[in-house]
């Protein structure tokens, strides 16, 4: 949890509707698109539009964060969908935009200690303010930074934290692991429970309060040894296209970021990319992976919907991208090739290409 925070302004709503509950109710603008209303399954208003544009959720589930002008000022807090109100003045705000609830629950701060809590998805309390700082919850866990100190890095709002303890807890507030130890890498979904550390080089393991072991799958480990075994072992046309979302985006000058079915696209492009995928297996190969969550600007197609949450946010924490990025062999030049791979319930998925020069079709 001891990491630079960035904040930059996002404001922005889709009303397009993905992988929804069957009782959410979709935002909607109203005529001149000035204000924000909420409606059900069968466009039965249930909310009139009243909520300004720094309110993101495009689907209301339980609980929301809500923004509304009243007497030319700015009333910021929770709404339930039964209609409660809570946490008046006490949104959690990242990248200046308010948090969006996951698995039914939803983070906010307390101005006064500027501590964090979470509500649930009835407007109750159910972690009290009193963490430095809170993840989402992912799969009923939570990892938890408490007595730690905010060190402002300048006057951009950049900030770290300093000191403090970090935790990995439950939505009760029930400690599950002391002295924990963040990893942004950690798929809290995997997680198994061990009476003896396992040995699966994937996964890290943690020891618990109650002395059991918890192992999670390490993102990075885990998409290494896929692209080891998987992928650069198969180089064919009919591996790649297995391995591939049913759309590649690409980037091609002049005319920017295209999409391409995946057969046309690996065909079309089959040489260069089974260049490059050989060209890691080189151990003089100048490459790393990065990870990075899925861009809502580029990828806008349905096909996409399903790894964004309601706010239009990334589901960076369960679906990351990861991508290889190949410095050039001669150091003048300063383009990088880019080969994208998305993580769905499937395994990962060639996503996205960009070349270094201009020679994909």
Sequence with gaps: MKKIFFLFTFLILNSSVFAQHDDAWIAFWNKDTTLIGFKDKNGVIKIEPKFMGFTTARKFESIIAVTEEKNNKWDNYYLTKQGKIVGRDSLYTFDNGPDSENEGFIRFRDPKTDKMGFFNGEGKIVIPAEYSNLSKVQNGMIVALKGAEKVMAGFDGHFSWAGGKDYLIDTQNKILIENFEYNDQLN????????????????????????????????DKEFNHWLKNTILTDLSKANLEK???????????????????????????????????????????????????????????????????????????????????????????????????????????????????????
């Design 188 to 219: 809290f979904y995997s997680l198994q429970k061990s009476k003896e550390p396992t040995k699966d080089e994937i996964r890290d393991n943690f020891r618990s309060v109650d002395g059991e072991y918890y192992s999670f799958i390490n993102f």
């Design 243 to 361: 391995h591939a979302m049913n759309t590649i985006t690409y980037w091609k000058e002049p005319d920017g970021w295209i999409n391409a079915p995946k057969t046309k696209f690996i065909h079309q492009n089959y040489t260069y990319l089974k260049q490059k995928l050989q060209e890691l297996k080189n151990p003089k190969c100048d490459y790393f992976v990065s990870t990075d969550g899925l861009n809502q600007f580029i990828f806008e197609s349905s096909e996409y919907d399903f790894y964004f949450n309601n706010s239009n946010e990334s589901i960076e924490w369960k679906y990351p991208v990861k991508n290889i990025v190949i410095n050039p062999k001669n150091k003048s030049e300063l383009k990088q090739d880019h080969i994208q791979f998305l993580r769905t319930d499937d395994g990962y998925k060639l996503l996205c290409v960009s070349a270094q020069k201009d020679n994909l079709k």
